[in-house]
RNA sequence: GCCUGAGUAGCUCAACGGUCAGAGCGGAUGGCUGUUAACCAUUAGGUUCGGGGUUCGAGUCCCUGCUCAGGCGCCA
């Protein structure tokens, strides 16, 4: 008899093993009972005849509640009528641990939000977010050997930081032995120092953000992989990010059939996801916004209901280019076509699912970038090593952020950002 | 921060201003040989979010505080 895992239990067919795990349903008729099995790396329904498993088993089993930790041994067989497609014919049962006293907070039915993430250290165990992170998980090697296939070095930018890149009314203090540090809302700053050292880097780390958003796609914090390029245009930016977001859904579809179909995700759109995506500029995408019947001007932001008619024009994540640089960060490169613009661009998941990817060209020139510091009334002291890279062998170059809950959640389907992550941090939640 | 809605059993929800606040799930007990969140029977389980008010009478109406949800703004 062998030990194995759900997870492999394929290749175990007609064979006797042993496996390790906890309850996960449990319904018992008058001489037969069925087990549903849960070792986290799967779920199988184990069958318990009476007259096979014996009188002492059978009764054993009676006893059985969600969550208890038990070693079930048993025939593999395959059928049709259980989920999954195996099951174990069950020849025993011992039980590892069993707790009494309270009741299991977290059934097979409909919960309120609040009460599964207040127990979201259960609720990991359940169905669906095994699936989600599993997915979560995939997402984040495909990510890794992308880069890694690509020569990118990794090159970890620090969550401790004096200053901050985009404006100070958004970022975490905390206290540093009497000093301010900042919690990181971006890696792209060292990534440029990166850059210039290994040509092609990458960062992957959390990133924090002070904003009180209220909505279904922010989290205080987030994963956030930020790639940097020396001698890259915008052009290649985009390039770059096609080729990385089909490589990620690619990678998932091919190997996370089981846990798409248990979030009853609907693969079709994700086949369709090819490059190239479109492309279109600014002004494109605020004609679009006219178009669908939102006043739009020249010079503002895209809100919610703005992007989402522009997602709603397209099937594939959509590109949009050159925005205008009174609403844009001052690291941004110049249009040579319009000085009013800046080589920057967003990719727009379709679905409602949002902005998954910001990325520009960044501004290179020393007295230029002291210019828009100064008007966005920021010290050069603070950024004095930033300031550095653009007096030797400055560059251009370019790079982008993709944030990694909101591809998850628009690859799995689900409903809100929340649960793309093991242990969301959101406006009013830090526990558990 | 703003708008809207909600808070009743462990959980998900009912209950016209009027008798003792009910049901399903979960728990306990018993029954059932192919269940898919199994089913059937019996049973235990309540500070109706906190504070104040109106009323003969408040889970229900009013004021206030707290918590949560959905949406907006800000952003990835």
Not at 195 to 213: D, H
Not at 325 to 338: N, V
Request: charged share 30%; aromatic share 12%.
């Amino acid at each position: 008899m062998n030990d194995t895992v759900i997870g492999h239990i394929g290749g175990s067919a007609g064979k006797e093993v042993r496996l390790k795990g906890w309850v996960y349903n449990f319904r018992s008729s008058g001489k037969i009972a069925f087990l549903i099995l849960r070792d986290g790396t799967g779920f199988i329904q184990c069958v318990l005849v009476k007259g096979e498993i014996g009188e002492e088993y059978f009764e054993l089993a009676k006893t059985l509640q969600q969550e208890d930790t038990i070693e079930v041994a048993g025939k593999v067989a395959e059928n049709p009528r259980s989920p999954g497609g195996y099951e174990i014919a069950m020849t025993s049962l011992r039980i590892i641990n069993q707790f009494r006293g309270e009741e299991y907070p977290i059934q097979k039915k409909d919960h309120g939000v609040d009460f599964l993430l207040n127990n979201r250290h259960l609720w990991l165990r359940s169905k669906m977010q095994f699936a989600t992170l599993r997915i979560r998980d995939e997402i984040v090697k495909a990510i890794r050997d992308f880069f890694y296939e690509r020569e990118f070095i990794l090159i970890d930018s620090p969550i401790f930081t004096p200053t901050a890149p985009e404006g100070t009314s958004s970022l975490f203090a905390t206290d540093y032995f009497g000093e301010n540090a900042f919690l990181s809302q971006s890696g792209q700053l060292y990534q440029e120092a990166g850059a210039i050292a290994f040509r092609k880097t990458y960062c992957f780390g959390p990133t924090f953000r002070a904003e009180k958003s209220k909505t279904k796609k922010h989290l205080t914090e987030f994963w956030m992989i930020e790639p940097e390029v020396a001698f890259a245009d915008l052009d290649d930016m985009m390039t770059l990010s096609e080729d990385f977001v089909c490589y990620v859904v690619g990678r998932v579809l091919e190997k996370k059939k089981e846990e798409l179909k248990i979030l009853e995700r609907d693969t079709s759109d994700l086949e369709n996801i090819k490059a190239p995506f479109e492309r279109i500029t600014y002004k494109q995408a605020v004609e679009l916004v006219n178009k669908g019947g939102l006043p739009m001007k020249f010079g503002e932001d895209f809100g919610a209901d703005e992007e989402d008619i522009v997602s709603r024009n397209f099937k594939k994540p959509v590109f949009i280019h050159r925005f205008p640089r009174s609403i844009k960060p001052f690291y941004m490169e110049a249009d040579p076509e319009d000085g009013d613009l800046v080589l920057n661009m967003d990719l727009i998941a379709p679905a409602g699912y949002g902005e998954i990817i910001g990325g520009s060209q960044r501004m290179y020139d020393l007295d230029r970038l002291k210019e828009e510091m100064k008007k966005a009334g920021l010290s050069e002291k603070d950024y004095h090593w930033y300031v550095d890279l653009r007096k030797w062998g400055s560059c251009p170059h370019a790079g982008f952020g993709l944030g990694l809950e909101r591809t998850v959640a628009w690859i799995t389907g689900i409903e809100h950002i929340r649960t793309a992550i093991p242990f969301p941090r959101t406006i009013n939640r830090l526990n558990p």
